[in-house]
C-alpha cells in the first residue's frame, strides 16, 4: 500500500524506513525526488530509521543505493549505534561490512561498543571488537565499556570483556572504578569476578568511599562477604566515616555484624568521634545500638534470630 501522494517525498522515504516497507521505499528512491541521506529536523537519516527498528531489508536496499553509514544524528548517534543498541546483529555485520566506523561517538563518547554493553548484546559486543571496537574508549564522564557491564551487572559479558583484556581498574573521571559501581548496585557475582581478575579491593572515589563503604552504606551483605574475603580496609576513611558507620546509620543489622566478626573495633569513631552505635541511636535504629552493646559485652556477632527468620528488633 503507497503512502499518501500529499507527503513530501522525504517524508515518504522515512515513514517507509521507520515502518520496514521494502516496497516504498524503493518507490520513492526511484523517484529520484529524495535524497537516500535526507534528515529530519533531528538529523536523522532513512538508514538510521531502518537500523534502528531491525528492518534488514531496507538496510540492505538503502547500502545498496549508497547510504552514508557514519551519518549521525545531532546527538552524534549513527545507525551502528542504533543497531548495537537493539542487539540487530545481522544488522550490525551488514554496516561493518560497509565501511561504518567501528568507535563512531555520539556527543557525550559513547560507542556502539558502550551502548551493546550496557544493554548485554554479548554477540554484537563480540561482533564489534572483531572488528577494531576499542575496548578502553570512555565516555564524557571517564567510563569504559567495563564500567558499564559492570554497573549493569551483567556477569557473563563482563567475564568476556576481561578475557579480551579489558583493563578493570580503569576509573571514571570522580575516581569510581568498576568493583565500585558493581559493589554500589549489589551485584556481587560481579563483584566475584572483579575481585578474583585483581580489582584493587581499596580503591577510593573522590568522596573517599570505597566499594565496602559503599555496600555497607547500602546495605548489600552479599557483596560486604565477598568484599571482605580480600582484607579491604576497615578504618576511619578519606570521608571520616568507616564502612560500619555506614552500616549503623543506614540500619543494616547483618552488615553491621559481618563487619564485627571481621574484627571491626565495635567503640571505633568516625572524624566526628562518634561511635556507630551513637548514629544508630540519631538514626532511630534501636536495634543496632543494642547489638553492638551485646556484642561488647559478649564479644559474639551472631545474629539473632526468630522462627529461623533474623529479628531485627533485637
Not at 542487539?87 to 560497509?98: A, H, K, Q, W
Not at 565516555?139 to 569504559?144: E, H, L, N, R, V
Not at 568521634?273 to 540519631?282: H, P, V, Y
Request: proline share 3%; glycine share 8%; net charge negative.
Amino acid at each position: 500500500m503507497s503512502l499518501k501522494k500529499d507527503i513530501p517525498s522525504d517524508q515518504q522515504l522515512h515513514l517507509a524506513a521507520l515502518q520496514g516497507n521494502l516496497e516504498e521505499l524503493k518507490k520513492v528512491l526511484e523517484s529520484g525526488k529524495v535524497h537516500v541521506d535526507c534528515k529530519d529536523k533531528e538529523g536523522t537519516t532513512p538508514l538510521i530509521l531502518a537500523a534502528a527498528n531491525n528492518h534488514v531489508q531496507c538496510v540492505q536496499e538503502l547500502l545498496d543505493q549508497g547510504a552514508d553509514t557514519n551519518a549521525r544524528r545531532l546527538t552524534g548517534t549513527c545507525a551502528l549505534f542504533f543497531a548495537a543498541q537493539g542487539g540487530f546483529l545481522e544488522i550490525v555485520r551488514l554496516l561493518l561490512d560497509s565501511s561504518s566506523a567501528v568507535d563512531l561517538p555520539s556527543y557525550d563518547g559513547g560507542t556502539p561498543l558502550f551502548v551493546a554493553c550496557q544493554c548485554n548484546h554479548q554477540d554484537v559486543v563480540e561482533a564489534l571488537l572483531l572488528n577494531g571496537a576499542d575496548i578502553h574508549a570512555q565516555m564524557i564522564d571517564g567510563a569504559t565499556p567495563l564500567f558499564i557491564t559492570a554497573q549493569n551487572g551483567h556477569y557473563k559479558l563482563l567475564k568476556y570483556l576481561i578475557s579480551q583484556g579489558a583493563d578493570i581498574n580503569m576509573r571514571r573521571k570522580d575516581d569510581a572504578s568498576a568493583l565500585w559501581i558493581a559493589a554500589q548496585m549489589g551485584h556481587s557475582q560481579v563483584v566475584k569476578e572483579l575481585l578474583d581478575a585483581g580489582a584493587e579491593v581499596d580503591a577510593i572515589r573522590e568522596d573517599g568511599a570505597t566499594a565496602l563503604f559503599k555496600a555497607c552504606h547500602k546495605g548489600h551483605a552479599e557483596v560486604v562477604e565477598q568484599l571482605l574475603q580480600h582484607k579491604p580496609y576497615l578504618g576511619v576513611l578519606k570521608n571520616g566515616e568507616t564502612p560500619l558507620h555506614a552500616a549503623a546509620l543506614f540500619g543494616h543489622l547483618k552488615v553491621v555484624s559481618q563487619l564485627l566478626a571481621a574484627g571491626v573495633p565495635p567503640d571505633i569513631k568516625n572524624k566526628e568521634g562518634q561511635t556507630a552505635s551513637e548514629l544508630a541511636t540519631e538514626a532511630g535504629y534501636d536495634y543496632i545500638t543494642r547489638f553492638i552493646d551485646n556484642f561488647i559485652r559478649t564479644k559474639d556477632a551472631t545474629l539473632p534470630t526468630m522462627n529461623g527468620q533474623v529479628d531485627t528488633e533485637v
